[in-house]
């Protein structure tokens, strides 16, 4: 398994900016995607941006050019700049790490880490 502890969350103002960390650890040589997922109440967990298999980034069209997805070589740590917030990104905001054994995949969650932004 993979240990994921989120960090950077916190109460901005409109138009502020947020960096989000990603520490992981275990077994992160199994990782082969990291990615970013935010949720707010009465919602859906949603994909915000993440690193794929093949390293390409996948990133909801709300967020792209205000946000921006980095990682470290060894899949140990994985950062959302956040730029430009907006109300509508306030949400718990979950680190993932997907794990690949030799007989299945799977994904591993942090607790999360609480962003928001008021107007």
């Known amino acids: 398994q993979v240990q994921l502890v989120e960090s950077g969350g916190g109460s901005v103002q409109a138009g502020e900016s947020l960096r989000l960390s990603c520490e992981a650890s275990g077994s992160i040589g199994s990782v082969y995607a990291m990615g970013w997922y935010r949720q707010s109440p009465g919602n859906e967990r949603e994909l915000v941006a993440e690193f794929d298999r093949d390293g390409r980034t996948n990133a909801a069209i709300s967020v792209k050019g205000r946000f921006t997805l980095s990682r470290d070589d060894t899949w140990s740590r994985l950062y959302l700049q956040m730029n430009n917030l907006a109300p509508e990104d306030t949400a718990v905001y979950y680190c993932?790490?997907?794990?690949?054994?030799?007989?299945?995949?799977?994904?591993?969650w942090g607790q999360g880490t609480q962003v928001a932004v008021s107007s």
């Open positions: 993932d790490a997907r794990v690949l054994t030799v007989v299945t995949s799977y994904d591993d």
